[in-house]
């Protein structure tokens, strides 16, 4: 379910230098036999972005619960059955708010429109990049089917339930930052309730180890370019 990671492969094995965000990922690449010297564990710079984008983002009111959903695999019936989710969390808990960031893709914009209203759920377009580092902060837990945020809130320390079957992070899960929860209404609302009522649950998965870097990974792959430059001068 993850058409992009062609181009990935494609570039790791036109690369001379392929810098592994963990060591999970870097065991993938010896198992394609890229695994010598030009392969190194760095963290990734995902988090070193969004640690920046945080020191410098506007502040939110907090306590939402955040909520994108993009993915194609999840177009039509189980899209629909997603946002109904968020709707029915909305309603069940006079505590949660929640916001639905609305992909600009037209099969989410027409899923989304048809999403009966509810005070307690805001639909919003999608927001320049420090102020929505800002929302996602500020929120009580975040409920998406995207890859890349999953490291953001990460390394933010914001709680995920994965609205998919399976995760291309899956380091995520293991350190138990994140949860799977699949696309069906009643474990999403499950899930999501028991994060918003049981404290210590809360706390376990935003405090977290963060597998994803430690926000200095430009750094590492910055001398790890210079030193191999040096090596071929």
Not at 183 to 193: F, Q
């Amino acid at each position: 379910p993850f058409p992009e990671e062609n181009n990935r492969v494609v570039a790791d094995h036109l690369s001379a230098l392929r810098f592994a965000p963990t060591r999970a990922a870097l065991a993938n690449l010896r198992r394609e036999g890229l695994g010598g010297r030009g392969s190194s564990v760095t963290g990734n710079t995902a988090v070193d972005a969004v640690r920046w984008a945080a020191a410098r983002a506007p502040r939110s009111e907090p306590g939402y619960v955040l909520a994108t959903f993009h993915r194609r695999e999840s177009f039509g019936a189980p899209l629909r059955r997603m946002l109904g989710a968020l709707r029915l969390l909305a309603e069940r808990r006079p505590d949660a708010r929640v916001v639905l960031l609305v992909h600009p893709n037209p099969e989410v914009r027409r899923a989304a429109r048809a999403l009966k209203a509810h005070p307690r759920l805001k639909l919003r377009a999608p927001l320049p990049y420090l102020e929505f580092v800002g929302l996602l902060a500020r929120c009580r837990l975040l409920i998406t089917d995207s890859g890349g945020l999953q490291e953001e809130a990460a390394a933010l320390g914001r709680p995920v339930l994965v609205a998919r079957e399976v995760t291309e992070r899956p380091e995520l899960v293991e350190a138990g930052a994140g949860l799977l929860v699949g696309r069906e209404p009643g474990r999403i609302v499950r899930e999501a309730e028991r994060l918003l009522s049981d404290g210590a649950a809360w706390r376990r998965m935003s405090k977290a180890r963060n597998p994803f870097g430690d926000g200095r990974a430009g750094e590492r792959i910055a001398g790890l370019i210079q030193e191999w430059l040096r090596r071929r001068a």
